[in-house]
């Protein structure tokens, strides 16, 4: 652990080392959900497929991984997905600079919103993204799995 629980940095992550240590995150930030997440089954070779799809970032305090989000590319929108945070790094504003690099990531891309899916039974995780300005536009259910709500936020211009 670190010694200094409020200093972390976020980065994209050009590390492709560093993909077992982000799906070890993943898996420990996804357990515990009711119904299990998919996010669980996944490997080191789905990690790589994350890695070429768009930016990974990653939140670190020294060298410990503390947080992470996958982003792809998607129309004129980058989509985000499994946000992880460690459990023990929560609500310290770490999920916040995540998505705040997500929009820098997306600016500099020239897309204009980020876009991400929300599980209809994780209404917590729903209020989180709408305080961060994401709205609600549209809803849907993949086989085999829960429903889910689409959220959207524009991308805004640089202060």
Not at 50 to 76: C, H, M, N, T, W
Not at 120 to 135: D, T
């Amino acid at each position: 652990m670190s010694a200094n629980r409020s200093a972390f940095t976020v980065a994209r992550c050009a590390d492709d080392s560093r993909r077992a240590d982000i799906l070890m995150l993943v898996h420990a930030a996804f357990a515990g959900l009711s119904p299990p997440s998919g996010a669980l089954r996944e490997t080191v070779e789905d990690v790589a497929v994350r890695f070429a799809a768009g930016p990974v970032l990653i939140a670190q305090a020294g060298d410990e991984l503390i947080g992470s989000v996958y982003g792809a590319v998607k129309e004129d929108g980058l989509y985000l997905t499994r946000m992880a945070v460690r459990p023990d790094w929560q609500k310290r504003g770490v999920g916040r600079a995540l998505l705040a690099a997500a929009e820098a990531e997306a600016r500099s891309l020239a897309l204009r919103r980020l876009t991400l899916r929300v599980r209809v039974n994780l209404p917590a995780n729903r209020a989180y993204f709408k305080r961060a300005g994401f709205a609600v536009t549209g809803q849907g259910q993949d086989p085999g799995r829960p429903p889910y709500q689409a959220m959207e936020r524009p991308v805004l211009s640089p202060a």
